[in-house]
Nanobody, 124 residues
Framework: QVQLVESGGGLVQAGGSLRLSCAASGRSFSSYAMGWFRQAPGKEREFVAA????????DYADSVKGRFTISRDNAKNTAYLQMNSLKPEDTAVYYC?????????????????WGQGTQVTVSS
């Protein structure tokens, strides 16, 4: 069992930056691949980024590539999502998720554990 808690969301102007954190507790964090997903009002949950257990592999949605960076610190049991050059269309609730393998990192239904989400609002 893994418990995930996101933090770092907030209100930011377009062009600004935020860093989201996902703190994990429970079983060994370093065993898990981590993903970030987001859901805007009236839209489906969508993949944002993923990182393998040791950080050796990462994946990004085309919409955030070059602007967002996913990372992790296994010593701190924390994953991060650095978001730069934010746009109003990035407004959503952002969720972190964990699973035991890195297969199909974009598929939300393969993730076993989810956080409660943190709101990111980007004003124009």
């Amino acid at each position: 069992q893994v418990q995930l808690v996101e933090s770092g969301g907030g209100l930011v102007q377009a062009g600004g930056s935020l860093r989201l954190s996902c703190a994990a507790s429970g079983r060994s964090f370093s065993s898990y691949a981590m993903g970030w997903f987001r859901q805007a009002p009236g839209k489906e949950r969508e993949f944002v980024a993923a990182i393998s257990w040791n950080g050796g592999s990462t994946d990004y949605a085309d919409s955030v590539k070059g602007r967002f960076t996913i990372s992790r610190d296994n010593a701190k049991n924390t994953a991060y999502l650095q978001m730069n050059s934010l746009k109003p269309e990035d407004t959503a609730v952002y969720y972190c998720a964990a699973k035991l393998d890195y297969n199909r990192p974009r598929a939300a239904h393969w993730y076993a554990y989810w956080g409660q989400g943190t709101q990111v609002t980007v004003s124009s």
